[in-house]
């Protein structure tokens, strides 16, 4: 501001030079092209946002679909690794024992002869456990495959290859035996030797052949009912047995023991006794 002009003039001098300013601005304003319309474009690449979020969502959505329909799918098959429903179960490792499915039964006890010992008396202790623990699991999985007929199932404290079956004062013997014997061949109903017994070869499930028989059980004319057949390395017999004062016959038909030793419960203890036996060729135990 001049300090020499008054208040006055120097108002109308600034008011001048104000009016001058925004007459060259405009001019050169007004020799400049006119500038383009944004909102067009501004809209335009506002769409083009959002559809490659929304790809790139989709994208992401359907890989975790994939994966997750993956992960799924693999929890379901895994149990079975590709196997069918009626294939054996896989073997165990060496190191496995069988472990039973329920409280354990108190062994019915049986007294040896004068001077006789049982063979698992004479089993190291840690074998003799290992059987005991085989017995407890075969009496529950017995108890689950046989009918009911048969009683409620205990091990014998003579042999781990015998059971009692035990039914409203009526008791039965049952014989559950897989014994290692891998250079045998399969038996054969022909010229079968005991007296009176029927022999007939049916098929297993899983194709291979088993011999059910029907013969006296003893002197009281009663009958007892067993199904033979190999399994792996093994010979495998289950036997039902009346009871030696009874004239009953065994309370089980031969079509129910073929669906006994058909249940993949009693084939996965085969499994365990033909991979770590509990019985060996020549002998009643290890």
């Not at 020499?4 to 109308?12: F, I, S, T, V």
């Not at 925004?22 to 006119?34: E, H, T």
């Not at 067993?226 to 390395?233: A, D, H, I, L, M």
């Not at 009346?242 to 993949?264: E, F, H, I, K, M």
Request: charge should be positive; aromatic fraction near 4%; hydrophobic fraction near 35%.
């Amino acid at each position: 501001m001049d300090a020499d002009l008054p208040a006055g003039r120097q108002r109308e001098e600034d008011m001048r030079e104000e009016s001058v300013l925004r007459d060259a601005m405009s001019q050169a304003a007004d020799a400049l092209p006119p500038l383009p319309d944004l909102v067009p474009a501004a809209l335009s690449l506002g769409r083009r946002r959002r559809a490659r979020a929304r790809a790139r969502g989709a994208v992401a959505g359907s890989v975790f679909g994939v994966v997750t329909a993956v992960a799924l799918g693999l929890s379901v098959l895994r149990p079975w690794s590709g196997r069918e429903a009626d294939a054996p179960p896989a073997r165990p490792p060496v190191s496995a024992s069988p472990t039973p499915s329920a409280p354990e039964r108190a062994p019915v006890h049986v007294e040896p002869g004068p001077g006789r010992s049982f063979p698992n008396a004479r089993l190291p202790k840690a074998e003799r456990a290992r059987q005991d623990t085989f017995q407890q699991t075969a009496a529950v999985t017995l108890d689950d495959v046989l009918p009911a007929s048969v009683g409620t199932i205990r091990p014998q404290d003579n042999d781990v290859r015998y059971f009692r079956g035990e039914s409203a004062g009526r008791a039965v013997t049952v014989v559950f035996s897989v014994r290692s014997r891998p250079e045998a061949v399969p038996e054969s109903c022909v010229n079968e030797p005991r007296k009176h017994a029927t022999c007939e070869v049916v098929a297993l499930k899983d194709g291979s052949p088993a011999h059910v028989r029907k013969l006296p059980s003893h002197a009281y004319g009663a009958t007892e009912v067993s199904v033979g057949f190999r399994f792996g390395g093994s010979d495998v017999s289950l036997t039902v047995s009346p009871g030696s004062s009874s004239a009953a016959s065994a309370p089980v038909t031969p079509a129910q023991l073929v669906r006994a030793v058909n249940d993949q419960r009693l084939r996965k203890l085969m499994m365990y006794a033909d991979e770590h036996p509990v019985l060996k060729d020549g002998g009643s135990s290890e």
